[in-house]
């Protein structure tokens, strides 16, 4: 079986002015459907830049991201779009979500926008599992930052997508909190078989994917 995720020395050069920042240096990965990786390594290694070239969201310098056989980066933005919509379901370090609206319209919103092909009963399971169902009438200001992860969690998990790409998940969470979203995602991922992508600097937290790539200054060193 093809790998979902393929790519080949991926190089990521951010410019500032002058300055070029090389934030990935050749990155060759693979991750197989079903899979559970983590991604660690320290501040600063090309972490988030890496899961925002394989979803789709930031285009790399150079090479060629292939997820479920699509090459990502081939696609108009508009057909990009639309299919990271549909397979990639994001958490972002920095939750992302709109501040005027509540919880549960943050989280209805990714059923919104992908129309068809939610299961709507999955949003009481969802909110239930993640402890937030008596949080959903609060907008993101009136939560505290733990509870806004766990909306976004929500958010990007609410409509099945094959891959769930996650950036420090755990990052503001007690560890009470961290075993919850931790057990969700080994749950959907045996349960429905999606391919989870979670970067984390907590050991805890990686003990739990089948596997976990090291990243040092924009590289991999061991996978
Ligand atoms: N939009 C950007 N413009 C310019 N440089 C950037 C941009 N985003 C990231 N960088 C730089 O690219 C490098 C990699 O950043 P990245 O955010 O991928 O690191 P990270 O491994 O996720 O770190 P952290 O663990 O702190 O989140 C860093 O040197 C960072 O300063
Ligand atoms: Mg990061």
Redesign the pocket.
Known sequence: MEPIIATQDLEKV?R?GRVS?P?LRGVSLTVEEGEFVAVM?P???????LLHVLGGLTRPTSGKVLVDGNDLFALSDAERTRFRRHKIGFVF?RFNLLPTLTARDNILLAQHIQGDGCNPHRFETVTNMLGIADKLAQRPNELSGGEQQRVAIARAAICEPKILMADEPTGNLDSESSAVVLNMMRSVNQEFRQTILMITHNPEAAAVADRIIEMRDGQIISK
């Open positions: 951010y500032i920042i934030a390594g501040s600063g290694c090309g972490k988030s830049t370090q």
